[in-house]
């Protein structure tokens, strides 16, 4: 009886190790299809936020061209390109020299689809 008792508890111990070795398996298994979901959500995300930023790029461009075609629409300093054949000389002092004005640079791109 003590021989069967002891073979048992060893029988047992082995069953033991084995169960926890599955669940633990298990445990690792749910992590991992969660992550997975996870990362697609955050995938998706960053393409929403991608098209939200082309859009205000596009925006700001779109400003920056209203506010140049403004500037030369109000100030006689500047005149368009166009203009600039059919103004008549008022004066012979030249007009005043400003800088050129500094290209529109794109955002930095972060992720290309």
């Not at 298994?29 to 955050?42: K, P, R, Y």
């Not at 925006?59 to 054949?85: N, S, W």
Request: glycine share 2%; net charge positive.
């Amino acid at each position: 009886m003590d021989s069967f008792l002891q073979r048992e508890r060893e029988e047992l111990k082995t069953r033991w190790s084995c169960v926890l070795v599955l669940l633990t398996c298990l445990a690792m298994i749910l992590v991992v299809t969660h992550q997975g979901g996870t990362i697609d959500s955050q995938k998706n995300l960053i393409r929403v936020l991608w098209d939200d930023s082309k859009q205000l790029n596009k925006i700001r461009i779109q400003d920056l061209v209203k506010q140049r075609e403004k500037m030369y629409a109000t100030d006689p300093h500047y005149a368009a390109p166009g203009d600039k054949e059919k103004a008549p000389a008022e004066k012979a002092e030249p007009a005043p020299q400003h800088p050129p004005a500094q290209p529109v640079k794109p955002a930095r791109v972060l992720l290309q689809t």
